[in-house]
Nanobody, 116 residues
Framework: VQLQASGGGLVQTGGSLNLSCVAS??????????MGWYRKAPGKQRELVAT???????NYADPVKGRFTIGRDNAMRMVNLQMNSLRPEDTAVYYC?????????WGQGTQVTVSS
């Protein structure tokens, strides 16, 4: 499974970004994969941002609840993360993750920088 993340960039406080992650090499199994977004800020450990199961159930970290929305498009083998009301503390490298059974894969990360 290869994951290609995109959509990061520089935005001012209160702005929005939409991250996308496209999975390749998955063909028909994407529908059965749980997908997620994680982030790693400088000097901090990688942390969960949001996940979406194969059945569409979502879960969000407390700091992003009400501001971020995760979604998936199985036909496009894509998972998105709509980020609104961005804050400087959201600055991090964002990573896409997929899980199916014992197989976990990570994308290369996309940088999100929120200026104050």
């Amino acid at each position: 499974v290869q994951l290609q993340a995109s959509g990061g960039g520089l935005v001012q406080t209160g702005g929005s970004l939409n991250l996308s992650c496209v999975a390749s090499g998955t063909m028909s199994i994407f529908n059965h994969m749980n997908m997620g977004w994680y982030r790693k800020a400088p000097g901090k450990q990688r942390e969960l941002v949001a996940t979406i199961t194969s059945t569409g159930r979502t879960n969000y970290a407390d700091p992003v609840k009400g501001r971020f929305t995760i979604g998936r498009d199985n036909a496009m083998r894509m998972v998105n993360l709509q980020m609104n009301s961005l804050r400087p503390e959201d600055t991090a490298v964002y990573y896409c993750n997929s899980e199916i059974g014992s197989l976990a894969s990570w994308g290369q990360g996309t940088q999100v920088t929120v200026s104050s």
